[in-house]
Structure formats: C-alpha cells, structure tokens
C-alpha cells in the first residue's frame, strides 16, 4: 500500500510558524493531487488546501494568505508552511494523496496518520 507518514507538528504560540511536511512512499507509480486536511475537536475534517500534479493550488477560505502548500513530484512530497498561526488553527493535520501502485489499473486514496497542531493565544 501507498504510506503516508506527516511531521512537522508541535506546540507554537498565535503569530508563529510551522512547517509541515508529508512523504508518500511504497510501490508507487503516480501522484495525482495532494491535500492537507484538519480536523478540530469535536469536528469534521475539514480541507485546508489541495494542489495538484501540475501545482496548481486551492485553499480554504480561512487559511488564504496564511498557508502555502508545495509538493515535489519527484520525492513525492508535499509540504505546508502556516504562518500567523491562530488559535483556530489548532488541529490534527492529516495529509492526502490521490495515488496509483505500480502494476495497478486504478487510483486511489490514501491518508496519512495525522500531525498535531497546537496554537496558545
């Protein structure tokens, strides 16, 4: 199977910066689009920004202007730097991949174990 592992995550105060960072790894033949999601307490995981092959990005609305997402096709990794961290940032930061194994006709979809994100006002 197609593993995702996330890092980067920890405990900053509201203004501050993080970078997280997602490798993909297994028998993969190709990366479609990639994503980070979140998910607070008590809610739903929610996207925070996608981007595709070809790197064209897309982020929710309270994340504009804040958070960067970056991949690179050839290490298969994708990236997430947040700055001006806010307090409603706080979350399990999950990466995602839409991805095909080699000797596989299909895609599909994989998900990492999740990042911690914490932000003390």
């Known amino acids: 199977q197609v593993r995702l592992v996330e890092s980067g995550g920890g405990l900053v105060q509201a203004g501050e910066s993080l970078t997280l960072s997602c490798v993909a790894s297994g028998t993969i033949d190709i990366v479609l689009d990639m994503a980070w999601y979140r998910q607070a307490p008590g809610n739903q995981r929610d996207l925070v920004a996608t981007i595709t092959r070809g790197a064209i990005t897309n982020y929710a609305d309270s994340v504009k202007g804040r958070f960067t997402i970056s991949r690179d096709n050839t290490r298969n990794t994708a990236s997430l730097q947040m700055d001006s961290l806010k307090p409603e940032d706080t979350a399990i930061y999950y990466c995602?991949?839409?991805?095909?194994?080699?000797?596989?006709?299909?895609?599909?979809?994989?998900w990492g174990q999740g990042t911690r994100v914490t932000v003390s006002s």
């Open positions: 995602y991949c839409r991805a095909r194994r080699r000797g596989s006709a299909s895609f599909g979809d994989y």
